[in-house]
């Protein structure tokens, strides 16, 4: 007879117990078992992929974050957070047509959230000043979306777009 604790690897008993850490508000501690992890276990994208949400989201560190999100994708090609991931810091590091080229193929990954893919073309392409298709990404964004705070988001988006072009 299996037990519940065997059914997992020690890497996934490890990164369960990162997580916990991390929920806990102990974020060095998590970061350090997350590294520790990816170092014993390369292969375990959840881990590269938490290591860079706390590089980038908790330690100001999005070239470090960056290569992290990459590791996921390339450890585990259907970890749809990665993608995202991934695509939020080119886009922060202002390198938009590989932020671009991130969120198109998080498009054909199963599980990624497309109003969140949608919405993050439509931040590229506002930033780049091409308002008109901001907005219609913005309206693709809101069709797919079923939380209403995304979707006030999109809208606001849209506003802003629309405002912008008036000072073009």
Known sequence: MTTFDSRFTEADQ???????????GDVAKAAGLFSAITVKFPEHGKAWNELGNILFNHLNSPEEAAECFQKAMEAEPGLASAYLGYAEVLFILERYAEANAIVNQAMEVKGVRKD?????????????????EAIETYKKAILASFS?????????????????????
């Open 148 to 168: 209403e705070e995304d979707i006030t988001r999109c809208e606001k988006g849209i506003s802003r777009c629309n405002i912008k072009k008036k000072y073009q």
């Open 14 to 24: 490890l990164y369960a117990n990162a997580i916990a850490i991390l929920h806990n």
């Open 116 to 132: 969140l893919a949608w919405m993050r073309s439509a931040l590229i392409m506002e930033s780049q000043s091409r308002f008109d």
